[in-house]
């Protein structure tokens, strides 16, 4: 039985041809080089690429990136190492080490999926988004698509489902206003409004993902569960166990610190009351 390709090997286990020799690394031009247009990663940090080209300009670039050929001759896709492409040429390098590949679309997204889900890279919507095209363009199933980029299939269901929340919601997890925890819990309510007004109490009130679920629940109406009353002490049902002896009704003894406490004598009939009152003025 053949392995099937998933995140634990790595990027070679989608290149054809394994793993490249040193001598397999050529120089190619930095402006030859088009960005991959099924890249799933959207935003750049420019603070941490100025620091990588600082660091490549001091000690040069140690990893190559990983590119196609293009369909016109000389130009060169790239399919995994955009953010060392980018700050290569921040740093103004003319020439850049590089791995020539062949690989169809559907690899490119595959492998720079699997590059930045390994660098822990990918913001979850822009996982999402990749997860997408790999359903909708390619027909991978969410089975398919765990096996690939090592993930569970629950984890891809759930990531897809981002999508669905309203553009609010989706730009504040952008952002960075709220976790994809809060946006999942935002995913239990009914309608497109709910969820954008549950939003705007979220940021307006600092909530945690624990504090937004339990806005979510009232929203939807959930009754919070009963809160369980602990067992009252041995020597308290004894005691009421005795009065109703004593009685002949039920009795209930609440004790509360300091030697405060209720003792409660229940009646059915107004006959059983006058019972009851008699015997207690006795």
Do not use: C
Request: glycine share 6%; net charge negative.
């Amino acid at each position: 039985m053949s392995r099937r390709a998933g995140l634990g090997r790595g990027l070679e286990a989608l290149i054809p041809g394994g793993t490249p020799p040193a001598s397999g690394v050529s120089q190619l031009p930095v402006e030859t080089i088009t960005p991959n247009p099924r890249q799933p990663r959207s935003r750049f940090d420019p603070d941490e690429l100025s620091e990588l080209a600082a660091s490549i300009l001091e000690h040069g670039l140690l990893q190559p990136v990983i590119v196609t050929q293009d369909e016109d001759p000389g130009r060169y896709i790239l399919v995994a190492g955009e953010r060392r492409w980018l700050a290569a040429r921040q740093a103004g390098l003319s020439h850049i080490p590089a791995i020539l590949r062949e690989a169809n679309d559907q690899q490119r997204l595959e492998m720079a999926l699997i590059e930045n889900v390994q660098r822990a890279d990918l913001a979850p919507l822009e996982a999402a988004d990749a997860y997408r095209q790999l359903a909708d363009d390619f027909g991978l199933s969410h089975e398919e698509i765990a096996a690939r980029v090592g993930k569970s299939r629950t984890a891809v269901t759930n990531t897809l489902r981002l999508l669905k929340l309203p553009e609010a919601v989706r730009e504040a997890l952008a952002e960075g206003k709220i976790s994809e925890g809060h946006a999942r819990a935002l995913l239990a309510l009914p309608t497109s409004q709910a969820q954008s007004a549950a939003l705007h109490s979220i940021i307006a009130h600092e909530l945690n993902v624990r504090q937004t679920e339990a806005l979510v629940r009232r929203l939807s109406g959930e009754r919070p569960a009963p809160v369980e009353k602990p067992s009252p002490p041995p020597e308290v049902v004894d005691l009421e166990r005795r009065l109703e002896d004593s009685l002949g009704t039920r009795v209930s003894l609440n004790r509360r610190s300091r030697g405060h406490g209720t003792l409660v004598i229940h009646f059915y009939s107004d006959e059983e009351l006058d019972a009851l009152i008699e015997r207690l003025l006795e």
